[in-house]
């Protein structure tokens, strides 16, 4: 598998446990505020990792990492995700996933094999603007519920979440998210934080009263929303 970053110790990743994090390389969407840019954009021009030394690491670390997060990019379009999940299943860990859930047959796989125990979907925006917070001209919201389904009725743990953006995002997206994941378990708000790795400079955050507007909004259907950082 194409993996282009470990951090070794995370808490934060993987909620409730000492965990390491597998940055995997490419994505599907080209979001404007992306803070991983470039692993979407050039991830062939990112240093490499092989699985050898992934798995030197995870063998040597077994009984301190308590799991192990995948990340990205968007580790599903990775063709050989599925074999990396199987093999790190194999060592014990258990496994968080992050995905943007456009690949639900992935997801789906994952799930029905046990390779998954806790899965972190990004939800976007709401349908009617989903193509513009994921930078792309038209795209299949169907394969997004087909995953939110999927995921809220998998019996693992999961969150999903959404980046906000000003100048990307209005209350009537949040209206159509709290309906979308209506009873959904966790449900996180982030606001967007502005660094040098962005793939669209402009972008502004949401002020503090601004996001508990947007979280009274989403709350009407997911009484459990709450702001990251909050919790």
């Not at 999927?150 to 969150?159: A, F, H, R, W």
Request: proline share 4%; glycine share 8%.
């Amino acid at each position: 598998m194409q993996i282009h970053g470990l951090n070794k110790t995370t808490l934060l990743d993987y909620p409730g446990r000492v965990a390491c994090t597998i940055f995997t390389g490419g994505c599907n969407f080209r979001c404007p505020y992306c803070h991983n840019s470039e692993l979407v954009l050039n991830p062939s021009a990112q240093p490499l990792i092989s699985e050898e030394e992934i798995f030197a690491f995870l063998k040597k670390r077994q009984g301190i990492l308590e799991g192990v997060c995948v990340t990205g990019g968007e580790p599903t379009v990775n063709p050989d995700l599925l074999d990396f999940l199987r093999k790190v299943k194999e060592l014990g860990y258990p496994i968080k996933l992050d995905s943007n859930g456009y690949k639900p047959e992935v997801l789906k796989e994952a799930i029905s094999e046990g390779l998954v125990d806790c899965i972190a979907m990004d939800v976007k925006s709401g349908p009617t603007n989903y193509h513009v917070a994921a930078g792309l001209k038209t795209m299949d919201t169907n394969k997004f519920s087909e995953s939110i389904n999927l995921i809220m009725n998998s019996g693992i743990d999961y969150e999903f979440r959404t980046t906000v953006v000003k100048g990307i995002h209005t209350d009537s997206d949040f209206e159509e998210i709290g309906e979308w994941i209506k009873g959904a378990n966790k449900y996180f708000i982030q606001n967007y934080r502005d660094n040098e790795n962005v793939m669209v400079k402009g972008y502004e955050s949401f002020t503090d009263e601004e996001l508990n507007h947007i979280l009274g909004i989403v709350k009407k259907n997911i009484p459990n929303a709450k702001i990251r950082g909050e919790e």
